[in-house]
């Protein structure tokens, strides 16, 4: 068999084709499936055996679409090969010889759907999952999914399902008219689409084509606002890219010249998006967060991870109530300790509250509510926790305390449980007691823990691959990003932003106004310039974390009084209603205010020359001195790859992900020219900040990759 028959298999049963798509892991559109679908298509048509064909796939799932590593290689330049487009083939699958039915289960997405779309029948299973997610990779459906979608669904639901690259299932699927027919799990999805195809072939069910569908579809006045308010509120959400702009210009084609027009306009869209920089960076960090699971030694050493089911957390503060409420969210039994009743019961009611808002906001049901928070126990005494799977401490932020906590842990706990700490600048190694070490680890969620995507998981050079690797379970099982990183003063986001933090300084401290830089990051793609976002996590305890990282990483540290010497002023922020900015609520309006401590920080700084960099070089002069630390993380063994770096900056910092992380975005601008920027700016001020490191040199001189 060729590769393309193998990819795409025949059955032939009672004069149904059965065409079954087999191309592990997710039956992803390779170049081979393409084919192998045209071929059988072809022959399916031709057969004169045959009266309807199915299209299926192995494995209990349908098709996850496109095959992203081809996307990935066209963007990058690669010639588009012999290949057919999925485009090119659904008018054999629509209007063809013979009627096509899909028989969906588990995921159909992207160019799954949209050859499900194609078909003149969908039946699927409840468990199904189907979506147009390619916005997420900075693309839009390409086979005529901005037209069939609408045909389906209407105008409104198509533009909320792709702009929200939202996925359903089958229930809902139903519901929306996408399936024709729903059946159970269990039951076989392919027979139930072997019948329909059958009821077709005898003229006993209608045929329809999607494409010339227009029953759905709202009156033009109605779907033309529909996408006036549609861009107005992705203006607001998506900063700096094109594609849902381009998404919703390919809906307004179709609706008011027609599905033809409309097809060749998302053809033309697609193609000009696939070369994207927003694509490339897009698609690059969905392989850099698969990579990041991966860890060598760990996750490839022919371990078994054991499931953990039951947790303590100590601590109800901010973080311990959200690590509590991410947990209890994601079916873990927790055990919530506190000190003493009082400070019990305010924990308690945090993740109550959380959970709640959860309700209330309509992502879980009353019902799930309910069962969520039966899984928390609130105690003060250590009652049940020689029978937790792991525990995650969220004391204050004090090594003796942790220490003292750790011991009585290691007592109280059985031998396999793990204990981890949420510290975010503690040495994981000075936690753990003696004998205990291997099953001592950092868990670094990042605030508000039940929200933010990101865990970086901090190991000691004692923690065990077990230990790691069932922690690296647990995070996935809580839907967060694990990250994994060795144990090093600030570990690897705040380590590495640390530089951000220095450059806002040292900007300031030459002259340039704190809004500027401010404006310049945000519209870069930041969610809020370096000073605003000083003043929302407040400037004391920015300044207190300062001084550790400038203890820890003396060497090309660079401190403006500034930050200090607002805090004497009692400006702590946000909170105090006044930092850098000045506060209505959570409104941060200019503050004039600020002038005179940024006066006084230059002249604490020996009144260096001012300099006038335009916003590019902000935003670089703000960001290389990141690129640099990072260089110096992965020299040192912190991380695995670079492409963590990526996906830790964009979770944890909310670096703009269309620019693929800062890793990605560098290596576009190319490693000797980050290289060479910062040695002038070395030489030319005179700032150690801007020292380039070692690694960056090396990739500099030999033009290297970043991110290899
Ligand atoms: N093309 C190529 N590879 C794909 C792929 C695709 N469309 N979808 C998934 N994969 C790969 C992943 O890279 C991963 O590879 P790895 O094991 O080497 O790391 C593997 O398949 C499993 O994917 P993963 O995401 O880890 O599995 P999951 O069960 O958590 O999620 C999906 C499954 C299908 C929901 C998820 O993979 C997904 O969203 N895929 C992309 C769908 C999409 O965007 N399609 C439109 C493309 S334009």
Same mark, same amino acid.
């Given at each position: ?19 079954? $798509? ?25 057969? *004169? ?81 189907? #979506?147009?997610? !390619? ?9 005529? #999914? ?65 494409? %010339? ?30 594609? *849902? ?7 307004? %084609?179709? $609706? ?9 306009? !998302? ?30 030694? $760990? ?15 100590l601590g109800g ?20 300790k506190e000190v003493d009743d009082a400070a019990l019961?305010?924990g ?7 959970? !709640? ?23 003060t005494? @250590? ?12 004391a204050t932020?004090?090594?003796?305390l ?39 680890? #950092? ?96 400037? &004391? ?25 607002? $805090? ?10 006044? #930092? ?11 503050? *004039? ?22 916003? %590019? ?17 992965? %020299? ?21 992900? @269309? ?16 290289? &060479? ?14 020292? *380039? ?16």
């Amino acid at each position: 068999m060729s590769d393309a028959e193998q990819a795409v298999r025949l059955e032939l049963s009672e004069q149904i084709a059965t065409l079954i $798509v087999d191309n592990p892991p997710v039956n992803a559109l390779s170049a081979a499936v393409m084919s192998g679908l045209e071929e059988r298509l072809r022959a399916a048509h031709a057969d *004169p055996q045959v009266v309807a064909i199915v299209l299926a796939g192995a494995a209990a799932t349908f098709v996850a679409g496109a095959d992203i590593s081809r996307l990935q290689a066209i963007g990058s330049g690669a010639p588009l090969g012999s290949g057919r487009s999925l485009a090119a083939i659904l008018p054999l699958v629509e209007s063809g010889e013979k009627p096509t039915v899909a028989a969906i289960d588990g995921f159909a997405l992207g160019g799954g759907l949209e050859l499900a779309m194609a078909c003149n029948a969908r039946v699927g299973s409840t468990r199904c999952r189907v #979506g147009l997610p !390619e916005l997420k990779l900075g693309l839009i459906p390409g086979a005529g #999914g901005t037209q069939r979608l609408p045909r389906l669904v209407g105008v409104q639901r198509a533009v909320d399902m792709m702009l929200g690259s939202t996925q359903i299932d089958g229930r809902q699927a139903r519901e929306l008219g996408i399936l024709d027919e729903l059946v159970d799990p269990g039951s076989n999805v392919v027979e139930r689409a072997q019948l329909v195809a059958r009821e077709l072939a005898d003229g006993r069910r209608e045929l329809r084509r999607a494409l %010339e569908r227009d029953d759905r579809l709202e009156p033009l006045d109605d779907a033309r606002r529909i996408i006036a308010d549609a861009r107005a509120a992705a203006a607001k959400k998506h900063r700096n890219v094109g594609y *849902p702009d381009a998404c919703l210009d390919a809906v307004l %084609e179709g $609706v008011e010249k027609g599905a033809k027009a409309g097809f060749s306009r !998302e053809q033309q869209l697609f193609r000009e998006l696939l070369v994207s920089d927003a694509a490339r960076g897009l698609i690059h960090v969905f392989f850099a967060t698969r990579a990041a699971a991966k860890v060598p030694g $760990v996750t490839d050493a022919g371990l078994t991870a054991s499931p953990i089911e039951r947790v303590g957390v100590l601590g109800g503060g901010t973080m311990g109530s959200g690590i509590a409420t991410a947990l209890v969210s994601a079916g873990v039994e927790v055990r919530l300790k506190e000190v003493d009743d009082a400070a019990l019961e305010a924990g308690v009611a945090r993740v109550r509250g959380n959970v !709640e808002r959860n309700v209330t906001q309509g992502r879980i049901t009353r019902e799930q509510g309910d069962a969520t928070l039966a899984r928390l126990r609130g105690q003060t005494d @250590y009652a049940g926790f020689s029978d937790l799977d792991m525990v995650i401490e969220a004391a204050t932020e004090k090594v003796e305390l942790k220490q003292q906590i750790f011991r009585e842990l290691a007592e109280r706990t059985s031998d396999r449980a793990i204990l981890a700490s949420n510290t975010s600048s503690i040495d994981i190694e000075h936690l753990a007691p003696e004998g205990a070490a291997g099953r001592v680890l #950092g868990t670094h969620f990042f605030s508000p823990a039940h929200i933010m995507k990101l865990v970086e998981v901090v190991r000691s050079a004692k923690t065990s691959p077990q230990t790691l690797l069932d922690t690296l379970g647990l995070a996935k099982k809580m839907k967060k990003t694990a990250v994994t990183v060795v144990n090093c003063p600030g570990f690897l986001i705040n380590r590495v932003f640390m530089r951000y933090g220095q450059a806002a300084g040292w900007l300031i401290d030459r002259g340039v106004d704190p809004y500027r830089v401010d404006r310049a990051l945000y519209d870069f793609g930041m969610p809020m310039g370096p000073n605003r976002m000083g003043d929302l996590a407040g400037l &004391d305890v920015s300044v207190f974390a300062a001084g550790i990282m400038d203890a820890a990483y003396p060497d090309h540290a660079y401190r403006s009084a500034l930050r200090g010497l607002l $805090v004497e002023a009692g400006r702590l922020g946000e909170k105090s209603g006044s #930092g850098h900015y000045r506060y209505e609520g959570r409104k941060a309006e200019e503050a *004039p205010k600020l002038a005179g401590f940024v006066a006084r920080a230059r002249e604490l700084a020996g009144s260096p020359e001012p300099i006038s960099p335009s916003d %590019e070089e902000i935003v670089q002069m703000a960001l290389f001195g990141v690129v640099n630390e990072a260089c110096r993380a992965i %020299e040192e063994g912190i991380v695995v790859r670079p492409g963590d770096i990526d996906v830790a900056a964009i979770l944890g910092m909310g670096f703009p992900a @269309y620019r693929g992380g800062p890793m990605k975005w560098a290596d576009g601008i190319g490693a000797r020219a980050v290289h &060479d920027a910062l040695a002038d700016w070395r030489t030319r001020y005179g700032a150690a900040l801007f020292e *380039p490191s070692r690694l960056l040199a090396g990739k500099a001189k030999s033009s290297a990759s970043l991110l290899d």
